[in-house]
C-alpha cells in the first residue's frame, strides 16, 4: 500500500510540529506549507523534522494554495495556520481576520476544486478554538453551546468554524473541526502567557531575571498538552462521517495555580515578589471562564488526555530550565521532559 499523504499549515507551529512527528510515525508522507523562504522557524523544522516536505503558499492566496495541493497531492489537510495570538488580533484586526477566518475559506475552496480534478477524496480538519466561546453561556462548554466570541481573534475563528460546517453540509466534503481548549507545550511561542511564565521561572531560578509582568492572574483556563491534542485532530479524520468535536480536559485552573506549579518546580513557594500584575496585559473583553466537555470525543474517537496539568507546567519549566542551564528544585539537572526538542 502507498503512503497517506498529509498537507499541514502552520507546521511551524507547536501544533504543527507535534502532528508532524505523529503522522510520520505512522508512515505518512508529510508536507508543511510555509509562506516564503525566509521563515523565521524554518530552520528548526528541518533540525527536528527532516524528513518533512516543504511547498510554499500563502492562506491569502488562493491560487498557490492550489498549487501546493497539486504538489502534495494530500489525502488528509491538516489547517492549523492562523495569526493566533488573541492580544495582536486587537492590534491589526483587519489582518488576523483575514488570515484566520479568510485563510479558513481559501484552503476550503482549495481541497474542494482539488478534489473536483483529481477525482480523490481529501479529508480536511479545521482547527476551531475555544476562543469562540468568550462570554461562556454554560458551563462546560460543549459542541452545541452557543457561541459568543470576545476578542477579533475569536471572532474570525467562528467565521472559520462555521464556513467548514457549510462547506461539509453543501458539497459533502468530509470536513471537521476541532474546538480545541488551550494546549500548551514547551513547543509554545514565549509570547504566550504560559511560557512567558515557564521562561521567566527558569530565568528567575538561574538568576538572569527577578521578575516577570502579567495581566490578569484570577482568568481561568482548561489548559492540556499539545502532544495529546493533536492526536485527537489525526482520530476525527479517521472517521467514516465528519464532524465537530471539542477537545479538553474538563478541568479549569487560574494563572494563579499555574504560577504555584511553576514556581514550586525551582522551589519557590511564594511568587508575589516575583510578579508584577500589568494592566497593559490585561484584555479589552476578558475570557474569565474556559472549561470543556470531551464527552463526545471520549465516545466517538476513543480520544483522552493523558498529561496532567500539574505535569504539563513541570514540564514547561523543566525545559527552560534546561534551556537556561539550570536545575531542579532538588538539584538534578532539569530536563525537557516530553519537549521533543
Known sequence: MTAKRALITGITGQDGLYLSELLLSKGYEVWGLIRGQNNPK????REILPDVRIVTGDLLDLSSLMKSMTLARPDEVY???AISFVAYSWENARLTTDVTGGGVLNM??????YQDIADHEVKFYQASSSEMFGRVQEVPQSETTLLWPRSPYGVAKVYGHYMTINYRESYGMHASSGILFNHES?????????????QAVARIATGKQTTVSLGNLDAKRDWGFAGDYVEAMYLMLQQETADDYVISTGETHSIREFLDIAFGTV????WSGHVHVDP??????EVDLLIGSSAKAHEKLGWRPKVSFEDLVTMMVESDLAAEGGTGAGGAPASAIRAGA
Open 42 to 45: 524554518m530552520e528548526l523544522l
Open 79 to 81: 489547517n492549523l495556520g
Open 108 to 113: 476550503l475552496e482549495a481541497v474542494r476544486l
Open 186 to 198: 514547551p513547543r509554545r511561542g514565549v509570547e504566550f502567557v504560559t511560557r512567558k511564565i515557564s
Open 267 to 270: 522551589g519557590i513557594d511564594d
Open 280 to 285: 497593559r496585559f490585561f484584555r479589552p473583553a
